[in-house]
């Protein structure tokens, strides 16, 4: 079974700034990865796919990153909505399917 | 719009069974595979399985094989996932989300459905 480890588990920045999440897997994926984001109380939204892909509609300011076993997830100028959490995901096990434990994205 | 609206929020006891449901709209539901995903209080989201609404083919997660059944009903674009024998630990919000190519990604997700086990 394939492990996707995040860090960090809490990211605090100040609006602005530059974030930087890394998700690594315990063997290599391809680029089978994806980003989503989570704020309370909602339904997750997907960010990224295939590891640096944008989803219809998500802001330029995300970027995603990496392959083979170390992705990142950068936001290169925070706004007030970025805070919350965010998720990776791998399909590269086809037709099964894992989530990393997440990050947190508090504001500083 | 696409959209995915499931049902309500349900109440449980151990051992009973609980059927959520996720209609469809916007899309043709029998083109894009259905994945449920749940969330446990504080906890970080747990992929369950899916299911190819035009096949019927289902995939579950070798944790909940045996407890869970996913289906469908393609006259009336709805996906319903069922849980068996609830423990505590099934608290949790359960979504359904839209599989965007039929490989894993997940495109369009439901509003969520807590559901609640407690004696």
């Known amino acids: 079974e394939i492990v996707l480890t995040q860090s960090p588990a809490t990211l605090s920045l100040s609006p602005g700034e530059r974030a930087t999440l890394s998700c690594r897997a315990s063997q290599s994926i391809g680029i089978y990865l994806a980003w989503y984001q989570q704020k309370p109380g909602q339904a997750p939204r997907l960010l990224i796919y295939?590891?640096?892909n944008r989803a219809t509609g998500v802001p330029a300011r995300f970027s995603g990153s990496g392959s083979g076993t170390d992705f990142t997830l950068t936001i290169s100028s925070l706004e007030p909505e970025d805070f919350a959490f965010y998720y990776c995901?791998?399909?590269?096990?086809?037709?099964?399917?894992?989530f990393g434990q997440g990050t947190r994205l508090e504001i500083k | 719009q696409v959209q995915l609206v499931q049902s309500g929020a349900e109440v449980k006891k151990p051992g009973a069974s609980v059927k959520v449901s996720c209609k469809a709209s916007g899309y043709s539901f029998s083109d894009y595979h259905m994945h449920w995903v749940r969330q446990a209080p504080g906890q970080g989201l747990e992929w369950m399985g899916w299911i190819n609404p035009d096949s019927g083919a289902t995939n579950y997660a070798q944790k909940f094989q045996g407890r869970v059944t996913m289906t469908r009903d393609t006259s009336i674009s709805t996906a319903s996932m069922e849980l068996s024998r609830l423990r505590s630990d099934d608290t949790a919000v359960y979504y359904c989300a839209r599989d965007a190519f039929g490989s894993g990604v997940m495109d369009v997700w439901g509003q969520g459905t807590t559901v609640t086990v407690s004696s």
């Open positions: 995901q791998h399909r590269s096990t086809w037709p099964l399917i894992t």
């Open positions: 295939d590891a640096s």
